[in-house]
């Protein structure tokens, strides 16, 4: 990271002594063991050295040859995470000898990047949340947050605010979720229907399209498409872009698909399919067995299970028990979180734009096809450079699925973090904050 970051922090806090013990997580240190390819990140006091740079160069260098688990212990004398090498075994403890280099804790309030919003009109009635911060920053790279399934640009405000201080910084909402929702009905009932209707149906129910979403299907496909011209036209030049989840497979598929807008991607607990349906350009034949794939409006078959699906996915209860699923430290607050996923169900387009999601078609390349297109242009251009980054506890990506990838592409780093879960960029904000400035 840039080393400026890490001098502001040492000159303002020398000692980590005046910090309760509740704020020891977010001021943490790298520390490299000389004896054992191994490296821990501490919470305890640090030992600055004046070789550091050459410590946080090792680390990544580390990264690319195996994989690095980062994994917390607790003992005596230190309290922090602890890195394994080769075959991510955990480590029980550190050695008082270890040298220890400081990581910035998330910025105070005060000192952190301010966000705006502002609203991007892709296509008639299609318009597309974003936030942004660090725009000042102007000969600073440019970084893209693309967000999981169900969230939107919420999720990342860890990271709008702390790396917003030095990059410029935008995360979006994907078409059909968060704030990206239509703000017209896509296919309303006809008047004489509306007229016979005892009760308020949701927005996507009725019996007719509007003209502009004749052929509207929010698939992996549009959100590709969604990316591509959110680059060109509201960032400008090519971007780092990182995706969890659903967006990590959306940030592979846009890499291979444009990578002379990409100048790196990170995936964090990046899901390795999505779709259940064949693509009509893909597998047309196949396609035309299925005369429903997400476009509106729903046919009534679809709007029954819809409305009972529904009913349940979007109760409060029921997002509740998700998050406490997929977050592995229940310490994490995600009030913010759990009350910005209520607000976007209560939109009446959500439940039709859920039917879409689900049952829409697979991508044209699929994420394996992704990546082996992105390493061809690797190998021909070397110039777009991948990193991985997992939570361990993930129940639903778990990380297996990330060291496939690196075995795909055994040359990029691969990061395991535990504690964490499915969203390490908001458990581990600081952890996942330092992997990216490096």
């Excluded at 240190?29 to 410590?55: D, F, W």
């Excluded at 909402?173 to 896509?186: A, M, N, T």
């Excluded at 846009?254 to 995936?267: R, Y």
Aim: proline share 8%; aromatic share 10%.
């Amino acid at each position: 990271g840039p080393s400026h970051v890490k001098l502001q922090l040492v000159d303002k806090k020398p000692s980590l002594c005046g910090l309760t013990p509740s704020l020891e997580k977010r001021h943490q240190m790298l520390c490299g063991t000389s004896r054992s390819r191994s490296l821990g990140i501490s919470a305890g006091n640090p030992s600055i050295v004046k070789n550091s740079q050459q410590e946080l160069s090792g680390l990544f260098k580390s990264a690319r040859r195996h994989p690095i688990a980062l994994t917390r212990v607790s003992n005596e004398s230190y309290s922090g995470y602890v890195a394994g090498g080769e075959g991510l075994e955990d480590m029980s403890g550190v050695e008082e000898s270890t040298e220890k280099v400081l990581i910035p804790g998330l910025p105070d309030e005060s000192e952190s990047a301010a966000i705006s919003s502002g609203f991007w009109e892709w296509k008639p009635k299609l318009t597309v949340h974003y936030e942004k911060a660090g725009c000042d920053n102007v000969n600073s790279p440019a970084l893209l947050f693309l967000p999981g399934f169900g969230v939107g640009s919420f999720h990342y405000e860890k990271q709008l605010k702390d790396l917003g201080r030095d990059f410029r910084v935008w995360a979006l909402d994907f078409l059909g979720q968060g704030k990206s929702l239509p703000i017209e009905d896509p296919a309303p009932l006809s008047k004489k229907a509306y007229l016979s209707e005892q009760k308020n149906i949701p927005w996507g129910f009725g019996d007719k399209p509007e003209p502009w979403a004749k052929n509207l299907v929010y698939s992996v496909d549009l959100w590709r498409d969604q990316v591509k011209y959110f680059v060109e036209e509201i960032i400008g030049e090519p971007v780092y872009v990182i995706g969890n989840s659903l967006g990590g497979y959306v940030a592979i598929y846009f890499a291979a698909c444009n990578p002379q807008l990409v100048k790196g991607v990170t995936l964090l607990n990046a899901t390795p399919f999505w779709g259940f349906f064949p693509n009509p350009i893909k597998s047309p034949l196949l396609a035309k067995m299925f005369p429903w794939a997400g476009t509106f409006p729903l046919p009534d078959n679809v709007k029954k299970v819809t409305e009972i699906v529904w009913q349940k996915i979007s109760d409060p209860q029921t997002i509740a028990d998700i998050l406490k699923q997929v977050y592995a430290d229940h310490s994490t607050n995600v009030d913010k979180v759990f009350s910005q996923i209520v607000e976007t169900t209560q939109h009446p387009a959500a439940a039709a734009s859920f039917a879409s999601i689900m049952c829409a078609p697979t991508g044209e390349l699929s994420f394996n096809e992704s990546l082996s297109s992105l390493a061809v242009f690797r190998c021909r251009e070397n110039n777009i450079p991948i990193c991985l980054v997992y939570g361990k506890e993930d129940p639903w990506v778990r990380p297996i699925w990330g060291q496939q990838v690196k075995r795909q592409l055994p040359e990029v780093p691969y990061y395991e973090i535990s504690p964490a879960g499915h969203c390490p960029h908001d458990e581990v904000p600081e952890v996942v904050n330092y992997i990216l400035r490096g």
